[in-house]
Antibody, heavy 118, light 106 residues
Framework: EVKLQQSGDELVRPGASVKISCKAS????????MHWVKQRPGQGLEWIGA????????EYNQKFKGKATLTADKSSNTANMELSRLTSEDSAVYYC???????????WGQGVMVTVSS | DTVLTQSPALAVSPGERVTISCRAS??????MHWYQQKPGQQPTLLIY???NLESGVPARFSGSGSGTDFTLTIDPVEADDTATYYC?????????FGSGTKLEIK
């Protein structure tokens, strides 16, 4: 069974950074890309970027360059996203999603709520 | 960026047929996919590559279209289909989602 288990919700101060993780199981981690998607409260979905673990290549939505940094640890089948210089605009739920052929998101993590507040 | 336009909301009765549209600002070929998101849950894949039913998804769901105009059809609608439906294109960079169509079952 494919599963993407994300880390817990975060409360962080403005200006700080946060790193959230997505542990994959039930499939070969290096055979798929891993994507990250942002959803602000009551809003739609926004693609942040993706990492291809087998070659450690990343691709970002221009909007999130400098904001998000994607990494992957092949030894633990875990994808990570670090968000820096957080503001209230970064308060959202962040999902990881497995990317199949043609960037079809066939499995999603349960989401991590990041709240930026002093 | 490729803008995907969806109608914001629809309300239908159980047993009826509903079509949810998604119009792209430029061609996305057939690289259009549909997701269902219920309140408090992550999205789940329904349809990929415009018209292919994801494994495990009821055959009541179907998709069609190519280029700039796409449709998700649910026939017949059931009470459990209450959710927001998103289209997503993967032809153009960056990947983009529609703003979602909230489906209410009367």
């Amino acid at each position: 069974e494919v599963k993407l288990q994300q880390s817990g919700d975060e409360l962080v101060r403005p200006g700080a950074s946060v790193k959230i993780s997505c542990k994959a199981s039930g499939y070969t981690f290096t055979s798929y890309s891993m994507h990250w998607v942002k959803q602000r409260p009551g809003q739609g979905l926004e693609w942040i970027g993706a990492i291809i673990p087998i070659i450690d290549t990343t691709e970002y939505n221009q909007k999130f360059k400098g904001k998000a940094t994607l990494t992957a640890d092949k030894s633990s089948n875990t994808a990570n996203m670090e968000l820096s210089r957080l503001t209230s605009e970064d308060s959202a739920v962040y999902y990881c999603a497995r990317g199949g052929i043609a960037a079809i998101f066939d499995y999603w993590g349960q989401g991590v709520m990041v709240t930026v507040s002093s | 960026d490729t803008v995907l336009t969806q109608s914001p909301a629809l309300a239908v009765s159980p047993g009826e047929r509903v079509t949810i549209s998604c119009r792209a600002s430029e061609s996305v070929s057939t690289l259009m996919h549909w997701y269902q998101q219920k309140p408090g849950q992550q999205p789940t894949l329904l349809i990929y590559l415009a018209s292919n039913l994801e494994s495990g998804v009821p055959a009541r769901f179907s998709g069609s279209g190519s280029g700039t105009d796409f449709t998700l059809t649910i026939d017949p609608v059931e009470a459990d289909d209450t959710a927001t439906y998103y289209c997503q294109q993967s032809w153009n960079d960056p990947l983009t989602f529609g703003s979602g169509t909230k489906l209410e079952i009367k």
